[in-house]
């Protein structure tokens, strides 16, 4: 939290760090309505309004922190709400389906801006404001322009496009058709056994796999696949699958 000024604070919520436990947690938030980093999010900004009634507040966050700053914008009491100046989200994820519909998602979303890059994938998860900023990267592919540090900038204002570019369209379409095909259950069950096995090979970071003893956890990732029930592995290979032909038909559509 930082002060502005006499009257306004900005408040920054941090996205999510390399260890694996936090991008299980992100993938949560495609089958459940609210996760526990959103309500601690809400939280600490009821607390703020405790400790300082009618001051003005920025909320603003990257990847999971923008997400994390809307869910608290939008879950608010009302009367807080317009304490609220502006949410600033660069390229996070949406929300759940039905926190969209509310009322205080709705009343929010006229002082939320939405910045993504031209090949966003990261920003295009879930259900996110129609209209949107659009940003240049330099960056080569949607992940890599996640890094901020790739955004240009011209006279300390971003460099914007008109849309983002097919891939990221695609991307966006993909992911939600799936979702919509497959029940929750079903969905937690995969994400459950995707990270069960990182985990259990002893990963725990993505830094572990790009470290000097990667080629040791890659082995122990095959080793604890192998270990799966046939059931287990029937669930991966179809929902992955079905991912697949969902992405084969996004490209398919876009020509």
């Known amino acids: 939290t930082y002060r502005l000024n006499l009257d306004t604070y900005l408040i920054v ?7 694996i436990i936090g991008w299980k947690e992100d993938f949560h938030m495609i089958y459940m309505k609210e996760i526990p980093a959103q309500k601690h999010a809400l939280q600490y900004l009821q607390d703020f309004f405790v400790q300082h009634p009618n001051q003005k507040v920025v909320l603003a966050g990257h990847s999971k922190g923008g997400n994390l700053a809307v869910y608290a914008a939008s879950q608010l009491d009302p009367l807080l709400q317009k304490n609220i ?4 989200t660069f390229d996070a994820p949406g929300l759940h389906k039905e926190l969209t519909e509310t009322a205080g998602y ?3 979303m006229e002082r939320t801006k939405v910045f993504v890059p031209q090949g966003s994938i990261i920003g295009m998860m879930l259900e996110i404001p129609d209209k949107k900023i659009v940003v240049r990267s330099t960056a080569l592919g ?3 322009q996640h890094d901020t540090f790739s955004w240009q ?4 204002h971003f460099v914007q496009l008109n849309e983002t570019n097919s891939d990221s369209q695609q991307v966006d379409t993909t992911f939600k058709e799936w979702v919509e095909k497959v029940p929750d259950t079903e969905l937690q069950l995969y994400f459950d056994l995707f990270f069960g096995i990182i985990l259990d090979a002893g990963i725990s970071s993505l830094n572990d796999l790009s470290s000097t003893s990667a080629i040791k956890h890659i082995h122990q990732l095959v080793i604890q696949a192998q270990t799966l ?8 290979k179809n929902l992955t699958q079905l991912l697949l032909d969902a992405r084969f038909q996004a490209w398919k559509n876009h020509f």
Not at 85 to 88: C, E, G, L, P, R
């Open 13 to 19: 919520f941090r996205g999510t760090d390399d260890s």
């Open 85 to 88: 100046v502006a949410v600033y």
């Open 106 to 108: 709705q009343n929010m």
């Open 142 to 144: 949607g992940l890599a």
């Open 153 to 156: 900038v011209e006279d300390k």
């Open 229 to 236: 029930e046939p059931e287990q592995v029937e669930v991966l």
